[in-house]
């Protein structure tokens, strides 16, 4: 018998494109100022890039920590509430209180270390958030809707980028840095009722002490020790071309982060632009991007295939690039400026797009949140190796060979590329899942 009136996710399209959208433009409220807005308020205000870079690898390292917490989701959960959802509600309530404590830092350009350390741990919720909410999806979202969910959610994520970095920009300007960090802590407070009040599974409970149950497909999914999660993960990504697939995430991720870090140190300081300049142009590229991909994005994956796209953004990245290299008399050219970012935006994210698609369709679900964690983790890592590379290559180099390092790794990533076979990790999943029913049959005839 029902509990509620509400379909759960497992059993609502709608509702599940809903829950995601939601959940991941919770993700970009932070993010639109954390890895943008500030850091184009630090250079406007002269710190230095070796400063900024610190800040921005300060944000980035907890997305790297995504790893320890992910075993922990799989492993633990309050199963009457859904695998991830618990996890999900904590998330949500962490990024809200951490962004509280940002907003109050005293002082935050002259008191950098707490100033890094806030924004450490407003990362770490949205990190926290992001590995519940991947290992929901890869939970409930069917094979057939993955590709079309990841546009709808990296899309999303992309809208709240830009929306929090032109709002919390203008908001910084106008009144001050504690009330544009409250406005985030307001909006995230606001996303955080939709999956208070939707189930992962009907009949679940909404909060501990409503009525409600397990589901037996959670049950069955639900890993009961430690041993049996890390020899499941160890198998499935020890798979040649889940390594693969890893070091393409390491690169890709790494690199746009590179270039998003570096952009506002490039307009600030050697074109001239101003903080608010930057901000409003990259917050219009990054929401015709995010729109971009909620609308096509995940229909290109579908209708042409995801090596194909991806080789197909890979090479618009490549060559975008190396025009603005090569032609530097035009870079006082401000429309010339807006095209190089609104293309680029676009690219990431329908790259993106693809990227996270072919990581959901190669896991194993009984791992979910671990092994797309893993992969995401690792992609992380890229962000902060990348990032940490500003400081050294401005430093010894010119602005145009910076800017080149960037078309070489995404090249690099392209070439991996041509070697990843994504049917046959899919059929290797399904023989290790096989394997792994006929182990647990053996040992259930053992036992009688």
Excluded: H
């Excluded at 962004?99 to 008191?111: E, K």
């Excluded at 809208?159 to 409250?182: H, K, P, Q, R």
């Excluded at 729109?291 to 994956?301: D, E, P, R």
């Excluded at 095209?339 to 190669?362: D, K, P, R, T, Y």
């Amino acid at each position: 018998m029902r509990t509620n009136t509400l379909p759960s996710l497992s059993e609502n399209t709608f509702l599940r494109y809903f829950n995601f959208i939601a959940l991941y433009f919770a993700q970009g409220v932070p993010e639109g100022m954390l890895f943008y807005g500030i850091p184009a308020w630090m250079a406007m205000n002269g710190k230095s890039p070796g400063e900024i870079a610190g800040f921005a690898v300060a944000c980035g390292l907890p997305w790297s920590f995504k790893f320890i917490v992910a075993p922990m989701m799989d492993r633990y959960t309050f199963l009457p509430m859904g695998r991830k959802r618990p996890w999900v509600i904590l998330g949500q309530i962490g990024l809200i209180v951490s962004c509280i404590y940002m907003a109050y830092v005293p002082d935050p350009l002259n008191n950098l270390n707490q100033f890094m350390i806030a924004g450490f741990i407003v990362s770490f919720f949205g990190a926290f958030q992001d590995v519940a909410t991947d290992g929901m999806a890869v939970d409930v979202i069917p094979i057939d809707q993955q590709a079309r969910a990841n546009g709808l959610m990296w899309g999303s994520k992309m809208v709240a980028i830009s929306t929090t970095l032109a709002l919390g920009t203008w908001l910084l300007n106008e009144y001050n840095f504690t009330v544009s960090i409250l406005t985030l802590a307001t909006m995230i407070g606001i996303i955080m009722l939709v999956p208070l009040f939707l189930r992962e599974r009907q009949d679940e409970k909404i909060v501990p002490w409503t009525a409600g149950t397990a589901s037996i497909e959670n049950k069955k999914m639900q890993l009961t020790n430690w041993t049996a999660l890390l020899k499941s993960l160890y198998s499935v990504f020890s798979l040649r071309n889940s390594l693969i697939l890893a070091l393409i995430a390491f690169i890709t991720q790494g690199s746009y982060n590179y270039l998003d870090v570096l952009l506002p140190i490039f307009t600030v300081t050697e074109l001239g632009w101003t903080n608010l300049d930057y901000s409003q142009v990259y917050a219009t590229a990054t929401l015709i991007g995010g729109i971009s991909g909620m609308v096509i994005g995940g229909f290109l994956i579908d209708k042409f295939g995801k090596k194909r796209m991806m080789n197909i953004y890979f090479f618009c990245l490549v060559a975008s690039t190396l025009t603005l290299v090569f032609i530097k008399s035009y870079w006082i050219n401000a429309t010339f400026i807006y095209g190089f970012m609104l293309l680029f935006n676009i690219m990431n994210v329908f790259a993106s797009i693809g990227l996270f698609a072919i990581a959901m369709q190669c896991c194993w679900k009984k791992v979910s949140a671990s092994q797309f964690t893993l992969y995401m983790t690792i992609a992380n890592l890229g962000r902060i190796a990348l990032a940490a590379l500003i400081g050294p290559i401005k430093e010894n180099f010119s602005w145009e060979i910076t800017l080149f390092v960037f078309a070489f790794f995404i090249a690099l990533a392209w070439l991996l590329l041509q070697f990843l076979n994504i049917n046959q990790q899919v059929k290797s999943v399904v023989r290790l899942e096989n394997k792994d029913v006929q182990t647990k049959a053996n040992l259930t005839l053992v036992k009688v």
